[in-house]
C-alpha cells in the first residue's frame, strides 16, 4: 500500500504534477516575496499595498549549489545511516529572486554547473509508518 | 568635526575550548584593555557589551553582567546583539556617546562559551523561525551557504581547491606565533587538501570552528587621550553599521530565499559591497590607503570574496592577488595577519572586536613576528546574520 504524500509545510507548494512555490506579489511595485512571511510588502515605500497570493515560476537558473557530508542537527530528520544530500540555489525565471532547495534524488551533482537551467520538482524530505512528507526540490531541465 | 575617537588600550583572553564561563574571559579582557590604556575600572564612564545567546540570561544583558563582575560604580550601560557583528554595535554605541559629548572614557567588551559542533538553532517546532525551517526543510547548515558561495567562485571565476587551501595554509603561517590564536599549527596546503570534505569544496580544515574567548577596547575622546599623555594613540577614524538595500538578491544565512529584483531596480552596490564602502566614505580614504584588513574568514573561500566585497580588487580577481602572495604579510596588502578566524575559531559577541585588537597593534608596531611593516591605516569587515554590516577603520594619529 502507498504512503499519502503530505506536504511537509503547509500552504507553500501546490502538489499537482507541475508544483509550483506559492507566495505573495505587491502588484504595484511588482516585486514578490517567498515564504509568505511578510506583513507588509517590504518594498520600502509600498507598504500600503494589498498583498496577492502567486504562484512563482518554477523554472530558472542554478545560482550554485553544494554537498554537504555531514549530518546536520535537529530539526533536520536524517535518513539513518546519513546519506550526503545536495544543496541548490536558483533564481527564479520572472520573479529574479534566489530560492534554496534539495536537489532532486537521483540527480548527479556531478553534472551541475552554475548558469544551468533548473526546474522545481517534490521529493521526499521524510517519511514515517503513513505519510511521505514531500518538499520542493531543484532539478535541471532535460537538455 | 572629526568622527574620530582614540583607542586607548586594548586586551583578550585567548581563544581556546576552555569550557568556563563567559564572564571570566570578559573581565580578563577588560582588565588587560584598562592596564594597557593606564586607566582604572572607576575612571570609566560607559560599559558597552556584546551578548551571547549561548549562556543564559546573564549573557542576553552582558553590559550589565560586565559591569556587575568588575564591581558596580552606577554607570550607564548598554548590551548589544547583532550576531557577528554584535562587537561593531557595541563599539559603535560607546563611539556616538563620546561623540555626543556625555562621556570620555568608555569600555567595549564581548565574551562567549561556545558548545561543541554545528551551531544549530533553538529547540522546539518553530515552522515561522527561517533559522529553524532551514535546518529542517533543507538541511542547510552554515556551512551550507559557505559551499554555495565557494562553489561560485569555481564555476565563475575558475577557482580550485588549492586556492582555497592556500587561504587557509597563509592564515596558518600568520597565526602560529600569535599569544591569543586558538589553533597554533602551521597548516601545509596538502593537509588542508586531505581534511574531510564537509560542504563541497570546502574541507573541514577550510570552516571556522566555534571558540571560546573575550576582547575588550577602551575608547575615548581626542582630548581624554591628550590630556592623558595618549595623543599618539590610533584612532578609530569609521565605524559602519549599514544594513541591507532592498532588493538584496544575494543569498544569506539564515535566508533561503532573497528579495525579488522584478519590481524594484537593484542598488548600485550589493550589501557586502557596501559595508566597506560606508566605512570609507566616513573615513575619507579608500581601498589604496590600506596598510592591512582584518575580514571573516569563516571559510577559506569567503576570505577571497571579500577581497573584492573590500576593494582590494575586481570581482573575479581575488584567487591572483592570493597566488601573488599581495595578502600574505610581507606582500602588498596583507589579509588576517592574525590568523583570521582560521586560527580562532569564531566567539560571536568579541570577534569584531578582536579584529579591533589586532588593527591595534599592528599600528602600534607591536604584532611581533606577523607585523605588517610601517602599518598606518587597516580596516576590518564582517557581516551578521540578519542583515548586519561591519567595518571598522583604525588609523594611526
Known sequence: MSKKRVPAIEGWFTLDDAPQLIGLRDAESGTCFFPKDVAVSRAPGYDHVELEEVRLSRTGKLWSYTTNHYKPPDPYVSPDPFEPYTVAAVELTDERMVVMGQLAAGVDPESLEVGMPMELVLGTLYEDDENDYVVWKWQPIAA | ?397
Open chain 2, 1 to 397: 568635526m572629526s568622527n574620530e575617537v582614540a583607542i586607548l588600550g586594548v586586551g583578550m583572553h585567548p581563544w581556546g575550548k576552555w569550557g568556563r564561563n563567559f564572564v571570566e574571559y570578559g573581565v580578563h579582557a577588560m582588565k588587560a584593555a584598562l592596564a594597557d590604556a593606564q586607566l582604572d575600572w572607576k575612571q570609566v564612564e560607559f560599559v558597552a557589551g556584546g551578548d551571547t545567546m549561548r549562556n543564559g540570561y546573564p549573557g542576553y544583558v552582558a553590559g550589565g553582567t560586565f559591569a556587575k563582575a568588575m564591581g558596580w560604580t552606577g554607570i550607564p550601560v548598554s548590551s548589544n546583539y547583532a550576531a557577528c557583528a554584535t562587537g561593531s554595535q557595541a563599539l559603535e554605541a560607546a563611539r556616538t556617546r563620546i561623540l555626543a559629548g556625555m562621556c570620555d572614557v568608555a569600555i567595549v567588551v564581548g565574551a562567549d562559551t561556545t558548545p561543541k559542533g554545528f551551531l544549530a538553532p533553538n529547540k522546539g517546532e518553530r515552522a515561522l523561525d527561517p533559522d529553524w525551517l532551514r535546518f529542517r526543510l533543507l538541511g542547510a547548515t552554515n556551512p551550507t551557504y559557505f559551499g554555495l558561495y565557494a562553489r561560485r567562485r569555481v564555476d565563475l571565476y575558475g577557482a580550485t581547491e588549492q586556492d582555497f587551501a592556500q587561504v587557509k595554509a597563509k592564515n596558518s603561517r600568520h597565526g602560529f606565533k600569535n599569544p591569543n590564536a586558538r589553533y597554533k599549527k602551521i597548516f601545509t596546503e596538502e593537509e588542508v587538501l586531505e581534511s574531510a570534505m564537509v560542504a563541497d569544496p570546502l574541507r573541514l580544515l577550510e570552516i571556522c570552528a566555534t571558540s571560546d574567548g573575550g576582547a575588550a577596547i577602551v575608547v575615548s575622546s581626542l582630548e581624554f587621550a591628550k590630556k592623558h599623555g595618549a595623543a599618539r594613540a590610533p584612532r578609530i577614524a569609521a565605524i559602519s553599521t549599514v544594513t541591507p538595500t532592498f532588493p538584496d538578491t544575494y543569498i544569506d544565512m539564515p535566508a533561503f530565499s532573497t528579495d525579488s529584483a522584478a519590481g524594484l531596480p537593484s542598488p548600485d552596490r550589493g550589501f557586502r559591497d557596501s559595508i566597506a564602502h560606508a566605512a570609507y566614505e566616513e573615513a575619507g580614504i579608500g581601498p589604496e590607503d590600506l596598510s592591512l584588513a582584518e575580514v571573516y574568514d569563516l571559510s577559506s573561500a569567503l576570505e577571497l570574496d571579500w577581497y573584492e566585497n573590500i576593494g582590494l580588487c575586481k570581482p573575479g580577481q581575488a584567487e591572483r592577488l592570493l597566488r601573488d602572495g599581495d595578502t600574505s604579510v610581507g606582500g602588498r596588502i596583507p589579509v588576517n595577519a592574525s590568523g583570521g578566524l582560521g586560527c580562532f575559531g569564531e566567539a560571536v559577541p568579541a570577534q569584531a572586536l578582536a579584529q579591533v585588537c589586532e588593527l591595534t597593534w599592528q599600528l602600534r608596531g607591536e604584532a611581533g613576528e606577523r607585523q605588517v611593516e610601517g602599518a598606518r591605516i587597516g580596516i576590518t569587515a564582517n557581516q551578521g546574520l540578519f542583515g548586519h554590516g561591519s567595518s571598522v577603520i583604525v588609523k594611526s594619529s
